[in-house]
């Protein structure tokens, strides 16, 4: 039946308690018409035994069916699903399938996250491209997993491209990152480890936050998604708490994983007039990370703790709460060494020493730019960088400690008042 409104007036001359499936209903019930008779069907269905249901692909009932309406929210498909459409997809004539069991495993894998219908698109797309299914489709399915994710605007795949030598300083978050590296596999769960729950990195701007969670992925060969939450609130695209639990059982779907949450504050400081909304997503985050049974290790990040509330901070939330502060003397010169490499420059033919001593107070992200500054200006003059450049560099920044001192100060009050744990050597 194509007209809603007529498939509503059928149902309600139908007589008998039964329960009646529509089939992508949602695709009308935001025509205000239509959801006014489907609110009238519901209420003389009242007390009838008769029960409407709606099955739709991210169907969410309508604000004027709120009350009426009980939506069930069915898990994204598992393995085993994922299997069962591969096999239908494979019944296609003239289709060679060329796999081991093992990289079948992987192109299955690969899938995870999809919906059924996503994934029978994607698979066949992998089979149409040149039919035959092998090895090389992996990584098409990855691809195309890649790019439905990103369409949907919640979660980001990050390709791992950073790694641990990246990371000027920071030696405990490192050291404990790595003792866990092996911590997700059967072994360990054989061997009685439960699987690390997730940290939080905390401190002030530009001191490493993001790019060691960019490193974990890589580290520990598992896919990195981001969640950024200051997107969720943008009005665009349906509601804030939604799209948090959509992302959230995304991410469980492709575990082991890892989450990495970014800029977690900016769940409590959104939107002043509709506080209620922040206060709800940032719930919805907080009781998941403590329901989940996925592997799916979290990495929250946030830059201002006065937004954060102590419920928050608990311990037993997170596995630990790292700050980090402006690096020491040695970590600035780790970083301006690594920064040097980075540019195709050997630290030791600059006076790496003197610079990190002078750059007091200064974060890697400030001497990251100094550098940058300094090569600009070499450039310019056809002549190689020296270490002068980067020292004058240096002088002419004002650096956040000195720009913001109240603020930075308070932050670093704050954190070692015992709430955190310093993500550097003592
Ligand atoms: P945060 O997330 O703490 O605000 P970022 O990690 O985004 O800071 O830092 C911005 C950039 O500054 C990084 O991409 C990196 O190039 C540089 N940087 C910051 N801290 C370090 C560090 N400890 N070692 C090397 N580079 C750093």
Same mark, same amino acid.
């Given at each position: ?96 399938? @060329? ?13 995870? *996250?999809?919906?059924? /219908? ?18 090389r489709d992996i990584a098409l399915v990855l691809e195309e997993?890649?790019?439905? +994710? ?18 000027? #300083? ?35 701007? #530009? ?5 060691t969670a960019k490193t974990i992925g890589g580290l520990w ?32 779907? +492709? ?16 939107? *002043? ?11 919805? +985050? ?48 780790? +970083? ?7 540019? #195709?420059? @050997? ?25 940058? @500054? ?42 070692? @008042?015992?709430?955190?744990? /310093?993500?550097? /050597?003592?």
């Amino acid at each position: 039946m194509r007209d809603p409104l007529e498939a509503l007036d059928r149902v309600r001359s139908m007589t008998g308690a039964m329960l009646v499936v529509l089939r992508d209903f949602h695709e009308y019930w935001e025509d205000p018409q239509v959801a006014r008779r489907l609110r009238n069907l519901v209420q003389q269905l009242r007390g009838t035994g008769t029960a409407l249901l709606v099955i739709g692909a991210g169907a969410r009932p309508p604000a004027a069916l709120a009350d009426e309406a009980v939506p069930i929210e069915l898990p994204l498909p598992d393995l085993d699903e994922l299997s069962g459409v591969l096999a239908e997809v494979c019944e296609a004539p003239k289709l060679r399938r @060329d796999l081991t069991d093992e990289q079948s495993e992987r192109l299955i894998q690969a899938a995870l *996250g999809l919906t059924s /219908s996503q994934a029978r698109r994607v698979f066949t797309k992998a089979i149409v491209h040149n039919d035959v299914l092998d090895e090389r489709d992996i990584a098409l399915v990855l691809e195309e997993k890649r790019e439905i +994710i990103r369409s949907s605007g919640i979660l980001e795949f990050h390709a791992a491209a950073e790694t641990a030598d990246d990371v000027g #300083g920071l030696n405990a978050l490192k050291a404990w990152l790595r003792l866990r590296q092996r911590a997700f596999g059967h072994e360990a769960r054989e061997y009685g480890l439960p699987a690390p729950k997730g940290i939080a990195l905390i401190g002030i701007p #530009g001191t490493g936050k993001s790019l060691t969670a960019k490193t974990i992925g890589g580290l520990w060969g598992q896919p990195l998604l981001r969640l950024d939450v200051g997107a969720l609130f943008s009005s665009m695209m349906g509601e804030s708490e939604q799209r948090a639990r959509d992302a959230l059982r995304l991410a469980e779907a +492709i575990a082991p994983c890892v989450l990495w949450i970014d800029e977690l504050e900016k769940a409590l400081s959104h939107g *002043g007039n509709d506080a209620g909304t922040s206060m709800r997503v940032f719930a919805t +985050i907080l009781h998941w990370m403590q329901e989940r049974s996925a592997p799916c290790f979290v990495v929250a990040t946030a830059n201002d703790v006065s937004a954060l509330p102590p419920e928050l901070m608990r311990r037993g939330r997170f596995d630990e709460i790292f700050f980090l502060d402006l690096p020491s003397i040695t970590e600035r010169e780790e +970083i301006l060494a690594v920064h040097l490499r980075k540019r #195709g420059r @050997d630290p030791s033919a600059f006076r790496v020493a003197g610079l990190a001593a002078a750059a007091e107070g200064y974060t890697g992200a400030e001497l990251e730019q100094a550098i940058a @500054d300094a090569m600009y200006t070499s450039f310019a003059e056809r002549r190689e960088l020296a270490t002068e450049d980067i020292s004058r560099s240096l002088r002419r920044q004002v650096p956040l400690s000195v720009s913001q001192r109240e603020r930075v100060g308070e932050l670093r009050r704050w954190l070692k @008042d015992g709430r955190a744990v /310093s993500a550097s /050597s003592p």
